[in-house]
């Protein structure tokens, strides 16, 4: 049932029984055209676009949890498109430009706020970094623009602004389409998308093995059986590793911890998105008036979804030098996400040396921005046999080659 | 949080430590006679298993020597700790 404002006064009138469940619960098929493993955002997305751009609905999405209950429900929900590298802002910005229409497409409210995002900068360096920066998104005709001390002061009269700490804030670099979605409703609205184009989507399907023929993916043996496609992509973030590990190929990446952490709730106070490399923060309210802030990777590796405290510590060290006024807030809540961290900080999105076999993965600490458009460009390299021209220079080979996509200041936090 | 026992100084906070990867790399003798793929993975590929985990710490605020670690990366158990240049362990309990 399309939602629509006629369609809730009816349920209005019927006490809301009509409403269909969003999307099936169906048992596996043995067969498919395309498996996609991974029920996050971008797995969901993927089938959503193959069904719908490429008219491939034979596929299925397995999830070994249940949907969005990985990184895509434990991020904090930035979306932005100001990159540095030409590959790195058509890719983002393909996504962006698709977030901007997405909640009409998907007839589903992904609270799609466009409510700017505003890095700062703390010392000289970081400013001649950030004007850089800010003309070269510029010149990929992409809004960015430079605020200076005062303007920062005008825009966000909470922050800090006094000279004398220990990183005084000297400007900022503000993209105002960016600004934040609702998690949860992307896979939702992304999963009930693609089943109504016919795509199956079974959780708690955890796959074991990926079954081959000598150089040719011919399915997976999943805890719900064996299921057999033609075709495999694995959009599994954390478990890039050791998915890629079952078809046999190594990868560049290694899972880290990244954490978050909520606040008390509060009435509105932040309106927009702010993010410091230099003190390493970002924070942000939701609808729901929790702060959200979220900061560097734990350094070790992990596959265990918690990280240490004195990453906390420093995070919350940063949010209380640059909003002293939070320094009272409680914090209710805090997690963390497995994130697939690649070594020139740049996703993979990509064909493999095996034949029907495509990863989508390293997109470390960003990946929930670039959502629809991964999905997007993954969709047209599965059914294509071939990237788009987006995606071909996030190509596995390029560790080989040396032709690397160097985003590390690209969070604009380090990592 | 971890505790990690430094093989010079006992066991210390994590927090005294720096992470250094994966452990075991040899640098190649001859890089020059390699691929590229073969560069590419010695540089780049990493095992990053889920569960035992050879790797690298520094005590970076204490004795500052390096060493290595047997850890699990799922429950963070450290199963064992040995010098740099020992052979790495079977895994522990």
Redesign the interface.
């Known amino acids: 049932m399309q939602y629509s404002i006629f369609n809730l006064i009816r349920e209005g009138i019927n006490k809301h029984k009509g409403w269909p469940a969003a999307f099936r619960h169906p048992e596996p098929k043995e067969r498919y055209d395309v498996i996609i493993i991974g029920g996050g955002g971008h797995g969901l997305a993927t089938a959503y676009y193959l069904a719908k751009e490429h008219g491939i609905r034979n596929v299925a999405v397995v999830e070994k949890g249940w949907l969005g209950g990985g990184n895509t429900g434990r991020n904090t929900t930035v979306v932005r498109s100001n990159y540095l590298w030409d590959q790195s802002a058509f890719l983002y910005e393909k996504s962006l430009k698709l977030w901007e229409g997405l909640t009409q497409d998907l007839n589903y409210n992904l609270m799609f706020s466009q409510r700017g995002v505003l890095n700062l900068c703390h010392n000289l360096h970081d400013l001649r970094e950030l004007h850089r920066r800010i003309n070269a998104i510029r010149l990929n005709d992409i809004d960015s623009e430079y605020l200076t001390r005062d303007q920062v002061k005008a825009f966000v009269p909470i922050l800090n602004m006094d000279p004398n700490i220990r990183y005084p804030i000297l400007g900022g670099s503000l993209q105002r389409r960016g600004g934040n979605a609702r998690h949860d409703a992307v896979a939702w609205g992304f999963a009930r998308a693609a089943d109504r184009l016919g795509v199956d989507i079974l959780q708690n399907c955890e796959v074991m093995a990926i079954l081959r023929d000598g150089a040719k993916v011919t399915g997976i043996e999943t805890t719900r059986g064996t299921i057999r496609a033609p075709k495999i992509g694995a959009v599994v973030a954390g478990h890039a590793s050791v998915v890629a590990g079952m078809a046999g190929i190594r990868l560049p990446i290694e899972s880290h911890p990244l954490q978050a952490l909520v606040s008390e709730p509060i009435k509105p106070i932040l309106h927009t998105v702010i993010m410091s490399g230099a003190v390493h923060v970002y924070v942000s309210q939701s609808d729901k008036g929790e702060l959200v802030m979220g900061a560097g990777i734990d350094t070790f590796n992990s596959y265990a979804q918690r990280g240490s405290l004195q990453v906390i510590e420093d995070q919350m060290a940063a949010v209380v030098e640059l909003f002293p006024m939070f320094s009272r807030l409680r914090m209710m809540r805090q997690w963390a996400g497995i994130v697939d961290v690649c070594p020139d900080a740049s996703p993979i999105v990509s064909k493999t040396p095996v034949e029907g076999f495509y990863v989508n993965c390293g997109w470390g600490t960003g990946g929930f921005k670039a959502t629809p458009g991964s999905g997007w460009v993954f969709a047209h390299t599965i059914a294509q046999d071939r990237p788009h021209r987006l995606n071909e220079a996030f190509n596995i080979e390029r560790f080989s080659t040396g032709e690397l996509i160097d985003e590390h200041g690209a969070a604009a936090v380090a990592h | 949080?971890?505790l990690i026992a430094c093989p010079w100084c006992g066991p210390r906070d994590?927090?005294e430590y720096?992470?250094g990867?994966?452990g075991h790399i040899a640098r190649p003798a001859r890089p020059e006679a390699l691929s590229?793929?073969a560069?590419?993975?010695y540089?780049?590929?990493?095992?990053?298993?889920?569960g035992v985990?050879a790797?690298r710490w520094v005590h970076a605020a204490g004795c500052r020597r390096w060493f290595n670690v047997l850890?699990d990366?799922?429950?963070?158990r450290i199963l064992a700790v040995y010098k740099m240049g020992e052979p790495r362990p079977e895994a522990g309990p």
Not at chain 2, 43 to 50: G, I, T, V
Not at chain 2, 73 to 76: C, D, I, K, M
């Open positions: 949080m971890h994590e927090v720096a992470y990867g994966e590229d793929g560069y590419a993975d540089l780049f590929m990493r095992r990053n298993p889920k985990h790797e850890r990366t799922v429950s963070h």
